[in-house]
């Protein structure tokens, strides 16, 4: 990699981990710059905020397509870009094995939970409905099995009592704003 990494960002909503992410890339410091943001949803908020902020950005609909036909466009447009890392901000679609293993070792999510626990989606209510004390979030490299991958970071949340998904939801946002752009400029300085 270059002095600064190239990193490509998929979203499918506003991008707020996108926004995070953009704005550490900023400091003088950072060990990445964001090249490009595509998208699922040509509709998608995050999309709009990375064009007004002068970052190229692609967008694709899935709908009606064989999903292979999909990712060549979005793998397309990433090498096109010259993308050397991809982070998933709020991406809502699961990404194929053969995608995945073409991308290998470069490609990072965040997840709204402190994997191995709550897998997938309702983590919020989930972590309320077990009791847990801590909930949070994980940033790992993504593999083939849904949200399997190794962890690179993790940061807790306490539960409170009294806590909804919604309030909890929030709270794990705001650490995930911190979280992901420290995670990733630690795993580019390996």
């Known amino acids: 990699m270059a002095d600064r990494a190239r990193v490509g960002i998929l979203l499918s909503g506003r991008g707020s981990n996108m926004q995070a992410l953009v704005a550490a890339s900023r400091e003088a410091d950072s060990r990445y710059e964001v090249v490009l943001v595509a998208s699922d949803k040509p509709e998608a908020p995050g999309l709009a905020w990375a064009a007004k902020h002068g970052i190229a950005t692609f967008t ?19 090498r096109d870009a010259g993308v050397e890392v991809v982070a ?9 094995p053969s995608f995945v293993q073409r991308w290998a070792g470069r490609i990072l999510n965040i997840h709204p939970s402190l994997l191995p626990k709550y897998k997938g989606l309702d983590t919020h209510a989930r972590a309320i409905a077990a009791g ?9 490299l993504v593999t083939e099995a849904l949200d399997d991958g190794p962890v690179i970071a993790q940061a807790e949340v306490p539960v409170k009592p009294g806590d909804t998904p919604d309030t ?23």
């Open 132 to 140: 847990d004390a801590v909930a949070g979030a994980s940033v790992h």
């Open 88 to 96: 998933l901000a709020g991406y809502m679609r699961l990404l194929s």
């Open 168 to 190: 909890l939801a929030a709270r794990v946002l705001t650490a995930e704003h911190r979280l992901y752009p420290q995670a990733l400029d630690r795993f580019l300085s390996r």
């Open 60 to 78: 694709a609909s899935p709908k009606g397509r064989p999903k292979a036909e999909y990712e060549a466009q979005i793998d397309a447009a990433l």
